[in-house]
Nanobody, 119 residues
Framework: QVQLVESGGGLVQAGDSLRLSCAASGRTFNNNGMGWFRRAPGKEREIVGHINWKGDDTYYTDSVKGRFTISRDNAKNALYLQMNSLKPEDTAVYYC????????????WGQGTQVTVSS
C-alpha cells in the first residue's frame, strides 16, 4: 500500500519556524516529482511548491518565496518543507504529494498535517 505520511505540524507564533516531513512507503518516489500543498480554512487547496526528482529544481508560490524551502532525501524516500518567518496567513492543513511517474499529474497524496500560526 502506497502511503505518504506528513508530520511536524503544530501551533506556533508569527515569526517562528517549523519543519514538515513527509515519509513515503509502499514504493519509492525517487523518480517522481514531489510537492507540498495547503488548504486554508474556507479556501481552495493551493500549491506551496514542488521539487523535481533529482532535487535540483524547485518552484514556490509567490507568497512563500524566500521563507519556505523544499528539499528531499531520496535515500530516505522523504520530502521536507522548512518554513521560516511564519505568518498567520500560513495557517492551513499542509499536504504532501507526488506525481505519477513520467507525468505532471499529482497522483499520490498524504492525509495532511495542521499548521496554525497565531499572531
Amino acid at each position: 500500500q502506497v502511503q505518504l505520511v506528513e508530520s511536524g505540524g503544530g501551533l506556533v507564533q508569527a515569526g517562528d519556524s517549523l519543519r514538515l516531513s513527509c515519509a513515503a512507503s509502499g514504493r519509492t518516489f525517487n523518480n517522481n516529482g514531489m510537492g507540498w500543498f495547503r488548504r486554508a480554512p474556507g479556501k481552495e487547496r493551493e500549491i506551496v511548491g514542488h521539487i523535481n526528482w533529482k532535487g535540483d529544481d524547485t518552484y514556490y508560490t509567490d507568497s512563500v518565496k524566500g521563507r519556505f524551502t523544499i528539499s528531499r532525501d531520496n535515500a530516505k524516500n522523504a520530502l521536507y518543507l522548512q518554513m521560516n518567518s511564519l505568518k498567520p496567513e500560513d495557517t492551513a492543513v499542509y499536504y504532501c504529494a507526488a506525481t505519477i511517474r513520467g507525468t505532471s499529474t499529482w497522483g499520490y497524496w498524504g492525509q495532511g498535517t495542521q499548521v496554525t500560526v497565531s499572531s
